[in-house]
């Protein structure tokens, strides 16, 4: 059998997630490591944190594939007193590469935004007609739904711990627009096309209110419930792709939101 290398991995995420994809600002691609090393167990995450360090050690992973990146703005030094420095250390001490698939995977087809949409049971899924690629996916639900229903939808096929409503109105729900992460940018987007509900996470209080003033209910699912689906998705992709090689993939099930409700 060929052997598998991290390039080999790198050329696969990179034909699912193109890098031209990517915004300007963002990091992606091989972050730490060799790209000739050879891969035998990859471990897929969303972040790149210290138990997912530990899990991916444990495993015998000579390979993390994460959707944020470990590296994001410019680094003017590597401290073993900082948690980044330290990341990146264990990660070199245990022999362990680190790609990373961040916007390219949110805006592709079939990458973070689909998984959502696919998640939350819309059907007719496109990207808005003015555009080639996108955050956005805008969808229509089987069903016409209030936004309280809607609420509750989102909660449930996300597996959230809870959601937040912002509630624009008496209004049926049926076109849904969405953007997973750090989205509420795209919320006025998706009602100049049509939709009555938007889904994403980190809403601040002034989007929320221009979302009412502009009748378009929000569902504020946090960033992590809304992108961790890709996960699993990211992993099934490899496994594909990666099938003719002596490769194992396992995917993050342990990791947890940063928020919690008290």
Not at 54 to 77: T, Y
Not at 159 to 177: H, K, Q, S, W, Y
Not at 236 to 241: F, I, K, N, S, V
Request: aromatic share 6%; net charge negative.
């Amino acid at each position: 059998m060929k052997t598998c290398t991290v390039q080999t991995v790198l050329s696969a995420v990179n034909q699912l997630a193109p890098k031209r994809f990517a915004e300007d600002w963002d990091n992606v691609g091989l972050l730490v490591g060799d790209r000739n090393a050879a891969v035998t167990k990859i471990f897929v995450c969303l972040d790149v944190r210290d138990e997912n360090i530990s899990q991916a050690i444990d495993l015998g992973a000579q390979l993390i594939v994460s959707h944020h990146p470990l590296i994001f703005r410019k680094m003017s030094d590597v401290r073993l007193d900082k948690p980044l420095g330290r990341h990146i250390a264990r990660l070199i001490k245990s022999d362990i590469a680190v790609i990373a698939a961040h916007t390219n995977l949110d805006k592709t087809s079939g990458g973070v935004n689909d998984v959502l949409a696919n998640q939350l049971g819309l059907v007719d899924v496109k990207i808005p007609d003015d555009e080639e690629i996108s955050f956005v996916r805008l969808g229509r639900l089987p069903m016409p739904m209030t936004a309280a229903d809607f609420a509750r939808h989102v909660k449930k096929s996300l597996n959230a711990p809870t959601v937040r409503l912002v509630d624009a109105g008496d209004f049926m729900i049926e076109r849904v627009g969405l953007c997973s992460g750090a989205g509420a940018e795209f919320i006025l987007n998706a009602q100049f096309h049509g939709a009555q509900a938007f889904v994403t996470g980190d809403v601040k209080y002034h989007e929320a209110q221009a979302a009412v003033e502009n009748k378009i209910h929000v569902v504020d699912a946090g960033h992590f419930a809304t992108e961790f689906p890709i996960v699993r998705v990211l992993a099934e992709y490899l496994r594909d792709e990666l099938k003719k090689f002596p490769v194992e993939v396992v995917e993050d099930t342990q990791s947890k939101d940063f928020f919690a409700t008290v």
